[in-house]
């Protein structure tokens, strides 16, 4: 009996094993195959709430896996890309998307398994076009799901003979909120709630399970799969925090509908399997996608409302940051052009405030070490790099079109001004990493280096601050300001670079501590470059 119970536990978990790793490899085969563009899908298509759905659809099919785009959509929202209300579209597509993989395995042909691992292996080892290895990959994914299916299901058979197994299917087919906490449970344990589906397929074949006490788990396994995506948002911004709640919020109202109306659903699955001769598997499938589709027609029209309940329960501010472009219409550039230097130019300012804010979280990362400083400043650093390509595209779009000479000029400034602020971007971003080595690496800096970072600090963020207040009124004061401040900077950096010189010389300081030192100061003073850059161009345009 002890040698059966290790047979049955090693093909249970060696085939759950083989199972989730054949789901990952042909997603990620997949993923491939389309082109790495699921973000950009979801970026884009995500303009109303039925879009948000297809978005969520496609992208899951792709991944062929919902947590995952639930994670990438976390991600979109918390960065700013997304709203609150996309993403529950987006949400509730992923959740009619990773039904696919239910119906992948209802096919039921796992006696092939093998030979289409092998089939795989051929294309993925003996040929070097990168277009057959992806095939390649998909095809031994797609053996490996089966394979490892086999393998739970020789591994389950056992669970026949004993008596408690027997009675627990009988109880959770009379009571389906314990099929729904097993569902939950087993879930969150494995994190795949297509592994779960498949291994409830798989029971509900061999009899072990009646589609009453199958059911129940179904519903449960929904929930379950929703811990993937809290996970994914601890540590992110509110916003995140929000999206994760909403696909909670989404499966437990589903669930509890499905439990109370779960008669009705129960006969309406029989019908179909009796009328469709469904084989067990395919009837699981079937059910999955219904109860995932008439989830989200039932919800989608409150998206509004789900929105506004998951505000109410995790109140805050929302990102600190929205990447997209505000002011570019690309209508001006054809109809107004003086407009649409107009529009270019706010976003420039824009772009401009986020390197400002970009700034200051820096300086709060160094001063207080809070990891929520960084995450921000990474985040606006995202920001101006995404303002960077968009601003770009639409000048040099803008640039066909016939512009005044007085317009030409701005038109240069502006092109121009949005490097510097790209690079004022890209020096902040290296001053965060240089504070993630200190604290990596446990450097010390002595009190007074610090007080001379705070004060060059102070004077560099000023700089920039002034810089695009001269961009944004042509204050041809603030531009004259900047440029004699630049001046300051340089000599500060100069003095400052000596006198930690001295500091190491004197033992005060050890070499790490004077390297982050130095690369800080250096930062800086080319950001009051880039600063001095704008006020330069504000004097030549007046000029």
Avoid at 85 to 100: C, D, F, S, W
Avoid at 239 to 261: C, D, E, M, Q, S
Avoid at 321 to 334: S, T
Wanted: charge should be negative; glycine fraction near 8%; charged fraction near 20%.
């Amino acid at each position: 009996m002890e040698l059966n119970l290790q047979e049955m536990l090693f093909e249970f978990f060696g085939g759950l094993g083989i199972f989730l790793y054949g789901i990952k490899f042909m997603g990620d085969g997949l993923q491939k195959s389309a082109g790495d563009r699921l973000r950009d899908i979801l970026d884009r298509f995500t303009t109303n709430p039925l879009m948000g759905v297809l978005a969520g659809i496609f992208v899951t099919v792709l991944l062929q896996t919902s947590t995952g785009t639930t994670v990438i959509t976390i991600g979109l929202v918390s960065a700013g890309f997304m709203t609150l209300r996309q993403a529950i579209g987006v949400i509730m597509g992923a959740n009619i998307g990773t039904t696919v993989t239910a119906f992948i395995i209802g096919i039921d042909i796992g006696e092939y398994a093998l030979p289409i691992i092998a089939i795989g292996s051929l294309m993925l080892f003996f040929f070097k076009s990168k277009k057959i290895h992806n095939y390649g990959q998909i095809i031994f994914g797609f053996g490996a799901l089966f394979f490892g299916l086999e393998l739970m299901s020789a591994g389950m058979k056992p669970l026949r003979g004993f008596d408690a197994f027997h009675e627990l299917t009988v109880e959770m087919s009379a009571n389906p909120i314990l099929g729904v906490l097993i569902g939950t449970i087993f879930t969150v344990i494995v994190q795949s709630s297509s592994a779960t589906i498949g291994i409830l397929q798989s029971l509900h074949a061999e009899a072990m399970v009646s589609l009453d006490g199958a059911l129940p788990i179904l519903f449960g396994d929904n929930i379950g799969t929703t811990i993937t995506a809290v996970l994914a948002s601890i540590g992110a911004s509110v916003a995140a925090k929000r999206a994760a709640a909403t696909h909670v919020l989404f499966n437990l109202i589903g669930t509890t509908i499905f439990v109370i109306l779960l008669g009705p659903f129960t006969k309406l699955i029989e019908l179909l399997r009796d009328n469709l001769d469904l084989n067990p598997e395919m009837t699981i499938a079937f059910a999955h996608g219904i109860f995932n589709t008439t989830n989200t027609i039932i919800q989608l029209p409150f998206i509004a409302i789900l929105a506004l309940i998951v505000v109410k329960l995790i109140p805050g501010e929302d990102s600190i940051v929205e990447y997209k472009a505000q002011h570019l219409d690309p209508v001006f550039i054809e109809q107004s052009p003086s407009i649409a230097l107009g529009q270019a130019k706010e976003e420039v300012l824009r772009m401009g405030k986020f390197a400002l804010k970009g700034m200051e979280e820096t300086h709060e990362f160094l001063k207080t070490k809070n990891t929520k400083h960084s995450l921000n400043a990474y985040q606006l650093e995202d920001a101006i790099n995404n303002l960077d390509r968009k601003i770009t595209d639409y000048l040099v779009d803008l640039a066909t079109s016939s512009l005044s000479g007085h317009e030409s000029e701005e038109h240069s400034m502006l092109i121009d001004t949005v490097r510097d602020i790209e690079r004022i971007g890209d020096h902040f971003e290296n001053i965060v990493e240089l504070i993630e080595y200190q604290q990596a690496n446990k450097v010390k800096m002595t009190n007074t280096a610090m007080e001379d970072l705070e004060v060059m600090f102070n004077l560099t963020v000023s700089t920039v601050e002034e810089a695009l207040q001269a961009l944004d009124q042509k204050n041809l004061d603030a531009a004259r300001a900047v440029v004699t401040k630049e001046d300051e900077i340089d000599r500060m950096e100069r003095t400052l670079r000596k006198q930690h010189i001295l500091r190491m010389n004197e033992g005060q300081c050890t070499g790490q501590a004077g390297i982050v030192f130095v690369d800080i100061i250096s930062n800086l003073e080319r950001i009051g470059d880039h600063a001095v850059n704008i006020a330069e161009y504000v004097l030549g345009e007046q000029k």
